[in-house]
């Protein structure tokens, strides 16, 4: 199976690059961006399509995993190398990662699930508090 989700993001990738954007640039009704990160153990550059929300000087990422026990990988890739850059729409553009935390996660949060309310399903799915990612644009 994992193979199969492997190849479906790679096709993903494909799409997105080759349309800039215009297939594979939504899902489930918000934008989608391509996130660079490097594996934080294999070291290795991957490519990961990620719904994103335009935030004020950047992007707002939700590291859901769909409600599961575990953040998602591409998580802990970018808290361990949080310089990095995303491609939306055609454009590459560096950003740095950071976790919001406190009254920075509360606004995040919040405008989060008004936009999207099925990552408030998520946070009821889970007993982890489901990290809010700032990417600051460069």
Partial sequence: ??????????????????????????????NVLLLHNVGRKSGKARVTPVGYFPHEGGYLLVASNAGRPKNPAWYYNLMSSPQTRV??????????AETLTGEARTKGWQQVISSAPMYARYEKMTARQIPVVFLRTN
């Avoid at 994992?2 to 479906?8: A, E, L, P, S, V």
């Avoid at 096709?11 to 349309?19: A, I, K, P, T």
């Avoid at 491609?87 to 740095?96: A, D, N, Q, R, Y």
């Fill in 1 to 30: 199976m994992k193979f199969f989700n492997k190849i479906g993001e790679a096709v993903q990738v494909w799409l997105y690059r080759v349309s800039h954007g215009v297939l594979m640039g939504r899902m489930m009704g918000f």
């Fill in 87 to 96: 491609e939306i729409l055609g454009k590459t553009i560096p950003v740095t």
